[in-house]
């Protein structure tokens, strides 16, 4: 395994170089991949083996839109694609890819097809660390790893397709067969990860429910309601406002900090953008590091896991879902975003 070096902290991460596909294929030549559940990250992880030799099927529940997808995508039932648990019977991996709630749900079904020497893999560290709470206990005698691609399914088939690789945090929680490192690095590879670094389950999870509540999508729309508010109760128009606090990052600015990081942007724009975020960056940071505080503290104790088995597990989940989502939709500033998004010179 390679140690790379991060801003001065080494870490293990597996490269494509050192454990090319050939050496996937080879580890997996006698395993039967089941990949149970076909939503969001089950057709990338399905297709991306497939389409890298590996013998996969596919467990779903019939009568649902996500079986006719698989069977769109080239799944053939009674071949490649089985009721969730004839492929559970079938699998020596078994990939549970349900909904994080219907993991809880099913397990006891789950459970029953372990037989010792197979394998259970999770593309989350959830159900395995607030075990306590999902009931999730694998028997002794089976491995039990992850490898959780950090994006969406669609994502890591749209890169498999264009050559690339999404890239994937690992990591091995119980290794009875003592090839666990081995199998578990060869889906790495074979679901079309880039890179993969390695990491525990707590971890993999902490950081994941920290970071979807924070920059990633909780943080980064409480920040943009707060600064819109504010334009706008000082009079500036809804599509000025919503210009300078969405548009220019995510179509200007943003993409260029993927490129090039964020002292470049900086020494990139005008010299009066530049003195303002160099004085205010510091500001905002200590704002609002006592709420990330919060949020971490959450996280760890389980609260925010808690809270997420109890509202995605009740029947009315999807109403409320879609009340909530409204809510943002109909705002002002979303609303506005959608015009101004219309205007794109791209989308006329
Ligand atoms: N979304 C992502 O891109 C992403 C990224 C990284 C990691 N992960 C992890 O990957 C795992 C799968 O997530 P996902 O987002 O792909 O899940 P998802 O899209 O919500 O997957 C739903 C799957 O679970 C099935 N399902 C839901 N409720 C069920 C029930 N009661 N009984 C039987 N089947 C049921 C669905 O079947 P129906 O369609 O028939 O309802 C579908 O096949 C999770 O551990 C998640 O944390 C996801």
Known sequence: ???????????????????????????????????????????????????????????????????????????VPGETLFEIEEALEKGTIICYLLSDAAQIEYWPKVKQHLTPGKALYFSHGFGITFNERTGIVPPADVDVFLVAPKGSGTSLRRMFLQNRGLNSSFAVYQDATGKARERVTALGIAIGSGYLFETDFKKEVYSDLAGERGTLMGAVQGIFAAQYDVLRKNGHSPSEAFNETVEELTQ?????????????????????????????WKRFRDATSPLFEELYDNVAKGNEAQRSID??????????????????????????????RSLRPENN
């Open 311 to 340: 509202s995605n597990s009740k029947p009315d989940y999807r109403e409320k879902l879609e009340a909530e989502l409204t809510e943002l939709r109909e705002s002002e500033m979303w609303k506005a975003g959608k015009t101004v």
């Open 252 to 280: 200007s600015l943003m993409p260029l900090v993927a490129e090039n990081g964020m002292d470049w942007m900086y020494a990139n724009c005008s010299t009066t953008a530049q003195r303002g975020a160099l004085d205010w």
């Open 1 to 75: 395994m390679a140690k790379l070096n991060f801003g001065g902290v080494e870490e293990n991460v597996v490269t494509r170089e050192e454990f090319p596909l050939k050496k996937a294929q080879e580890v997996l030549k006698d395993e039967v991949v089941a990949v149970i559940g076909y939503g969001v990250q089950g057709p990338g992880q399905a297709l991306n083996q497939k389409d890298n030799g590996i013998n996969v099927i596919v467990g779903q529940r019939k009568n649902s839109k996500s079986w006719d997808k698989a069977v769109a995508d080239g799944f």
